[in-house]
């Protein structure tokens, strides 16, 4: 859907994007994550010509957008970092006003801005002045006027900074019911949680450049990340501190009488511990696992953790 290959863009000699490649596919949520002042509104702002890239291609949906006609921008749709709404009209006025401008008229403008208000939650107050909206009702606004004229690619910058939990909460919904409906979507995040649960594979970007590209147990497995299982049941102290002689991969974390936590690299099945356990006598009541979080993948690759 989205291709970008070796794309580069600096600003007086600084590289704000740097030699970045990645591809996001058909109806997936790809998650950008990086601190701020990485790269990421920079390289929106490429993908959707509000800047020129110093080298490198934009393809979607297999079309070179710096040598297309200007049609294809009509798949795009960008709900930039800063609100970008008429304070003094109301939420209907701008998703008509965003709507016009993309050629919708009549019967099909009115629908699809009532679907629009419907699907933002914001119907009851579809008369009100922007003005007096909550910060979370704007975020779900301009949400809302990036997905007007329903776009296969919707690019997402930051979209929840700066709104309260509750209003985070249903705009991550909005998010995950329009790529259920088929949009793909570019998400730009500096929040992990985010980016761990809201999507699919995920790209971490810092100082202009992508350290790792892959869903978040590959990112993991990149990082050499540890897998962690705790057993309970029976089984002797013996045999619980002599289980990695017999599977070399895996270290003893913790042993105590009834209950043992080993780690595991990830390519490691967790079938093949169990397998060594039972041929060792164990006599297992419950397994947990504990899979590694995108945290220490962040740390490693960073070098930092990422705050506010
Ligand atoms: N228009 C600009 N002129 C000069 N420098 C810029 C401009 N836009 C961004 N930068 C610089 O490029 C780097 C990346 O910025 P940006 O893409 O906004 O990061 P992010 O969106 O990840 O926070 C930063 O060092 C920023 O200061
Ligand atoms: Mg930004």
Request: net charge neutral.
């Amino acid at each position: 859907m989205l291709n970008i290959v070796n794309l580069s863009k600096s600003f007086a000699g600084h590289l704000a994007v740097d030699h970045i490649s990645f591809a996001v596919n058909p109806g997936e949520i790809f998650g950008f994550l990086g601190p701020n002042g990485a790269g990421k509104s920079t390289t929106i702002n490429l993908i959707c010509s509000l800047l020129k890239p110093d080298s490198g291609q934009i393809f979607v949906d297999g079309v070179d957008i710096f040598n297309a006609s200007p049609a294809w921008r009509k798949q795009l749709g960008v709900v930039p970092q800063e609100v970008a709404l008429y304070e003094d009209i109301s939420a209907r006025d701008n998703l008509r006003f965003w709507g016009k401008l993309y050629g919708l008229r009549g019967r099909t403008l009115e629908n699809r801005v009532d679907a629009l208000l419907d699907i933002t939650g914001l119907r009851e107050r579809a008369k009100d002045r922007i003005k007096t909206y909550s910060g979370g009702m704007k975020r779900r606004l301009n949400l809302g006027i990036g997905m007007i004229h329903q776009p296969k690619l919707l690019l997402l910058d930051e979209p929840t900074v700066g709104i309260d939990p509750q209003g985070r909460h249903s705009l991550l919904e909005l998010v995950q019911q329009a790529a259920r409906e088929g949009t793909t979507i570019l998400y730009t995040t500096h929040y992990l949680d985010e980016a761990e649960t809201l999507c699919d594979r995920l790209a971490i970007i810092d100082h202009g450049r992508i350290l790792a590209t892959g869903t978040k147990a590959e990112i993991s497995q990149i990082v050499g990340e540890n897998r962690y299982v705790k057993v309970t049941g029976q089984f002797s102290s013996e045999a619980a501190q002599a289980l990695p002689q017999r599977l070399s991969q895996i270290a003893l974390v913790s042993s105590q009488p009834g209950e043992v936590v080993y780690s595991l690299p990830l390519q490691l099945g967790t079938g093949q511990l169990i397998e060594k356990m039972l041929e060792s006598d164990f006599s297992i009541d419950n397994l947990s696992i504990k899979e590694p979080s995108l945290d220490s993948a962040f740390i490693k690759l960073t070098g930092r953790e990422l705050r506010d």
